[in-house]
Each structure stands twice: as structure tokens, then as C-alpha cells.
């Protein structure tokens, strides 16, 4: 069964950039649209960005500009390139399964984006 698991959180001041990485443990080729979901306090899971098998992606407005989801199938792996971070980024991150999540929500990884 695939598990997912986050890296490549961390503080970082506004304007700041990250590189986050989901590692699956099985084969990722399997799922033909992964996504990074973020969950700020108080507030749902929100999809940010997704990719499919094929490169074809998809960004939330409020991170279109400045994040880039790639998803790399030999080494199954996706990631999140974090560029010009905001305070409003602030949340813990997650990928899953898009765009509806349906696998079980992983511990994910902080960003924590102070101005």
C-alpha cells in the first residue's frame, strides 16, 4: 500500500522559499493526480496544487506565480517549490491524492512563514 510521507518544512521569513518533497513508499505512477493540500488553524484542507501521471498541473489562485508542484515517477517523489512565501502560507502541509484526498492524511510538515 502507498504511504506518503512530507519533508522540507520550516521557518522562513516573507519572501523566502522552500522546497518540499512527498516520498511515497510504494509505487507512485499508480495515482494519477497527486496533490499538496496545506491546513492552516481553524480552516479545512485546502488543495494548492496537484499534478498528474502526465505533467498536467493545477494551482490554487492564491499561490499561482509562486509555487510549483513536479512530481518525479522514477524516484516517486513529488514536490512543491515555495517561492516569495507569505505569512497567509502559514499551515501544515500534506500530499495526497487529488483532488479528492483519499488517502489517510499523513503528519505532514510545517511552514511556518514569519513577516
Known amino acids: 500500500q502507498v504511504q506518503l510521507v512530507e519533508s522540507g518544512g520550516g521557518l522562513v521569513q516573507a519572501g523566502g522559499s522552500l522546497r518540499l518533497s512527498c516520498a511515497a513508499s510504494?509505487?507512485?505512477?499508480?495515482?494519477?493526480?497527486l496533490g499538496w493540500w496545506r491546513q492552516a488553524p481553524g480552516k479545512q484542507h485546502e488543495l494548492v496544487a496537484s499534478?498528474?501521471?502526465?505533467?498536467?498541473?493545477h494551482y490554487a489562485d492564491s499561490v499561482k506565480g509562486r509555487f510549483a508542484i513536479s512530481r518525479d515517477n522514477a524516484k516517486n517523489t513529488v514536490y512543491l517549490q515555495m517561492n516569495n512565501l507569505q505569512p497567509e502560507d502559514t499551515a501544515v502541509y500534506y500530499c495526497?491524492?487529488?483532488?479528492?484526498?483519499?488517502?489517510?492524511w499523513g503528519q505532514g510538515t510545517q511552514v511556518t512563514v514569519s513577516s
Open positions: 495526497n491524492e487529488a483532488p479528492v484526498a483519499y488517502m489517510y
Open positions: 510504494g509505487g507512485i505512477f499508480s495515482i494519477d493526480m
Open positions: 499534478i498528474t501521471t502526465a505533467g498536467r498541473t
